[in-house]
Each structure stands twice: as C-alpha cells, then as structure tokens.
C-alpha cells in the first residue's frame, strides 16, 4: 500500500488562502482527502496554517501540485510517500 501526503504550510493565510485555494480547486481531481488546520478562534485567529493532503494521480501530477503552492510568497510544501509492504 502506498500513499501520497502533501503537507502546504502557510504562513500569511489570510492573504495567500484564496491563491492557495485557486490552486487547489485547479488540481481538485487529484485531491482525495484534505485537513486545514489552524490554531484558534473568532479574534485569537491565528495567521498561520497547515494544509494535509491525500493525493492520487501520476507522480509528475504530485510533483507539479506541491510546485504550484511553493511558488506562492510565504508559503513551504512537501511531497511525502509513504508505503507499507
């Protein structure tokens, strides 16, 4: 079994979210399972955010994703495989 997890971490997430979300609505077909996280609420919102997604697809599809989001300004992202034999 493997799996593909990209992590998107967003340090300016009330200015970057809508890019963030263009890019992800774009590559919506790949996106299997996604968890935004962020720390909290009403006015203690906190800047920062981390985006965990499952993806499916070709590995150059992956690739390309986890590219588009780190080209954005304040924003870190990580393709990682995990597999189980």
Request: aromatic share 2%.
């Amino acid at each position: 079994m493997k799996k593909s997890v990209l992590m998107v971490l967003i340090g300016k997430r009330k200015e970057e979210a809508v890019k963030v979300q263009q890019i992800l609505t774009g590559w919506g077909c790949i996106i299997k399972t996604r968890l935004g996280i962020h720390d909290g609420v009403m006015e203690n919102c906190s800047d920062q955010g981390l985006l965990i997604l499952e993806l499916h697809g070709t590995q150059e599809q992956k690739e390309e994703l986890a590219r588009k989001v780190a080209v954005l300004p304040g924003i870190a992202s990580k393709l990682v495989e995990l597999e189980v034999e």
